[in-house]
């Protein structure tokens, strides 16, 4: 019979292996570093909108919508005091690669309607455009990159919200520099 002491052990080893997984990729981080994109954009006196975006590389070069588009998901957190107002007619993103700039994909449904019609009511109704983003409020922005001209994660995305003043909104890689 086991003493209790050696379980503990067995399971606090067993957690620390499932957590760290193979060490080799972990010695650098260099497989699981996630690349962050921030912008920040001043809506009034002290008022701002966040837009954040997160992707993991390699996931990003392997996951795709059934072979055609990878996905970006931006979040937008509104901390002003009125609707930040989107359009599907009026904001364009056009995303920059390491091989050159492209646009992006906002509208999935008018793009690509046979795609959109083989998603589920309950998908299509999650990764829709939304129309706005009330005070107080966050939503998330789905944006499709063609697989044809994104073997690598962007540099940048250029967001034009055509009911903000002033150039675009440029999500810009912010993934902290490891220290030498």
């Excluded at 002491?5 to 650098?28: K, M, Q, Y």
């Excluded at 793009?111 to 998908?123: I, K, V």
Aim: hydrophobic fraction near 45%.
């Amino acid at each position: 019979m086991r003493t209790l002491p050696a379980v503990v052990a067995v399971v606090i080893s067993s957690l620390t292996l499932l957590l760290l997984g193979d060490s080799s990729v972990l010695a650098n981080g260099g497989k699981s570093k996630r690349i962050r994109y921030e912008a920040v954009v001043r809506t009034a006196p002290n008022k701002t909108c966040r837009f954040e975006a997160e992707l993991e590389p390699l996931l990003f070069r392997l996951a795709t919508v059934r072979g055609k588009y990878r996905v970006v998901r931006i979040t937008i957190r509104n901390a002003g005091d009125t609707r930040l107002a989107l359009s599907l007619a009026g904001d364009q993103m056009e995303v920059d690669l390491p091989g050159g700039s492209g646009p992006a994909i906002l509208d999935l449904g008018a793009s690509d309607p046979a795609l959109w019609d083989g998603f589920s009511p309950e998908l299509r109704a999650m990764i829709a455009y939304p129309r706005g983003v009330e005070p107080g409020e966050e939503e998330s922005v789905f944006v499709f990159i063609p697989v044809r001209d994104s073997a690598a994660a962007p540099r940048a995305l250029r967001y034009r919200i055509a009911s903000l003043p002033g150039g675009p909104v440029i999500l810009r890689d912010m993934t902290p520099v490891p220290k030498k």
